[in-house]
């Protein structure tokens, strides 16, 4: 899968399901879960034990599922997570040498930002998108409003504090996609295995981004 496939999928589903979680065996079975939902992409964060390891299995279970690896602070586990078949780099801030070292293996990245200074230093080191973080603590959807008057030509993916009653404000603001964790892949559904809760969430989720996004469209945003 190459880098233009992902980027291209990232942007058509608009759904970044973060599992951030306790163990391996939760990550794989929220990995399907959301899948089986109707989103093929999943961000393995490097806070779950065996992160690199979870990443590794999906990869080899499915060719349909894009998967990434998330909160990747250094180059070196970003290196660990491209030779597991992670497809995307993401992290929580702006670290310059890991957009680089992710241009050079020509894979996609997007670091996190919070000011217009690091989401515009983001995006000029050449970032495919710039997830701007933590949302909520900024404002919500306002933020990205106000972020996209004088940075229309920087895809921001909005992270941090997206549920189910936000979800369609930060698409209709102007965002290219969402990053969701605990409100998508709910504890509850992960201790009960009940991979349904976790298939309706993610169904919800699909719908709401679809909606806005038809909006957007009628209203010529």
């Given at each position: 899968m190459n880098k233009e496939h992902v980027r291209a999928r990232i942007k058509e589903i608009g759904?970044?399901?973060a599992v951030r979680l306790y163990s391996a065996e939760d990550a794989l079975f929220a990995a399907d879960a959301v899948r089986s939902g109707?989103?093929?992409?999943?961000?393995v964060t490097m806070t779950v034990?065996?992160?690199v390891k979870?990443?590794?299995?999906l990869a080899r279970q499915s060719a349909d599922i894009i998967v990434g690896a998330g909160t990747v602070l250094d180059v070196d586990t970003a290196h660990r997570c491209l030779d597991?078949?992670?497809s995307f780099i993401t992290s929580t801030g702006f670290d310059p040498e890991l957009v680089e070292f992710a241009l050079k293996s020509d894979v996609v990245v997007f670091p996190g930002a919070?000011?217009?200074t690091e989401i515009l230093?983001?995006?000029r080191e050449g970032s495919d998108f710039v997830k701007?973080?933590?949302?909520s603590a900024m404002g919500g959807a306002g933020y990205i409003r106000a972020l996209k008057g004088p940075f229309p030509q920087i895809p921001m993916i909005a992270s941090g504090g997206v549920n189910q009653q936000t979800a369609g404000d930060f698409i209709l603001a102007g965002a290219e996609a969402i990053g969701i964790g605990r409100d998508l892949i709910h504890q509850d559904a992960i201790r009960r295995r009940e991979a349904g809760w976790i298939q309706e969430l993610a169904r919800r989720y699909v719908r709401m981004v679809n909606e806005a996004r038809g909006e957007r469209r009628q209203h010529g945003i």
């Open positions: 759904i970044i399901p109707g989103v093929p992409i999943v961000e034990p065996g992160a979870v990443i590794l299995e597991a078949g992670a919070c000011t217009p230093a983001a995006w701007v973080f933590p949302c």
